[in-house]
Nanobody
Framework: HVQLVESGGGSVQAGGSLSLSCAVS????????MAWFRQAPGREREGIAY???????SYADTVKGRFTISRDNAKNTLDLQMSSLKPEDTAMYYC????????????????????WGQGTQVTVS
């Protein structure tokens, strides 16, 4: 089993920056791919970035060039650096993890992921 705990959310003005972290514990061999998702009220959960165990990354077009995902396998942490934030980035942000397998084309789909954190709120005004 894997436990994920996010931290670092908060409120920021448009154009500002914010960093999120996700602490991973438990059977970390199940975290081959890790990702950040977000969900705004009344909207579906959106995959915004993923990172594989070897550091390969991919981003949704909505955040490409503004957000950076990274992971430290030794420390079992996942981070998301967010810059040039916009009001439309306001959402609950979740980290997620999945085991090896499946198609990269689906790595930003929520139903691919086995493990989820409880979420951290980001508000941009």
């Amino acid at each position: 089993h894997v436990q994920l705990v996010e931290s670092g959310g908060g409120s920021v003005q448009a154009g500002g920056s914010l960093s999120l972290s996700c602490a991973v514990s438990g059977y970390t061999r199940s975290t081959y791919v890790m990702a950040w998702f977000r969900q705004a009220p009344g909207r579906e959960r959106e995959g915004i970035a993923y990172i594989e165990f070897d550091g390969s990354t991919s981003y949704a077009d909505t955040v490409k060039g503004r957000f950076t995902i990274s992971r430290d396998n030794a420390k079992n942490t996942l981070d998301l650096q967010m810059s040039s934030l916009k009001p439309e980035d306001t959402a609950m942000y979740y980290c997620a993890a999945k085991t090896f397998g499946g198609s990269r084309s689906r790595y930003l789909q929520a139903d691919e992921y086995n493990y989820w954190g409880q979420g951290t709120q980001v508000t941009v005004s």
